[in-house]
């Protein structure tokens, strides 16, 4: 009786770690967002740069500072 319940608990924990592989989110490829850099402003005339945000061709994020409706986007070239 022992064996079978190591048994089921392996099994469980199998199902759950496989459950949760299947049910991760890709990540942001659904958004479009890769393969392209943010630069964020104070204000609409572009002048003051207070955030940066880039999603790598392979979708690696990286943001720093503030992000702010004042920004410019440009294509990474992927």
């Known amino acids: 009786m022992r064996i079978q319940r190591r048994l089921l608990l392996a099994l469980s924990l199998s199902l759950a770690l496989a459950?949760?592989?299947?049910?991760t989110p890709r990540p942001t490829q659904a958004l479009g967002r890769c393969g392209n850099e943010?630069?964020?402003?104070?204000?609409?005339?572009?002048?003051?740069?207070?955030?940066y945000e880039v999603y790598?061709?392979?979708?690696?994020?990286?943001?720093?500072?503030?992000?702010?409706p004042y920004s410019v986007i440009h294509s990474l070239g992927c």
């Not at 459950?19 to 049910?23: D, I, Q, R």
């Not at 943010?38 to 955030?51: E, I, K, L, P, R």
Request: charge should be negative; aromatic fraction near 18%; charged fraction near 10%.
């Open 19 to 23: 459950a949760t592989f299947v049910l």
């Open 56 to 68: 790598e061709c392979n979708c690696a994020h990286a943001f720093s500072g503030t992000r702010t």
């Open 38 to 51: 943010w630069f964020y402003y104070s204000d609409a005339s572009h002048t003051t740069q207070v955030g």
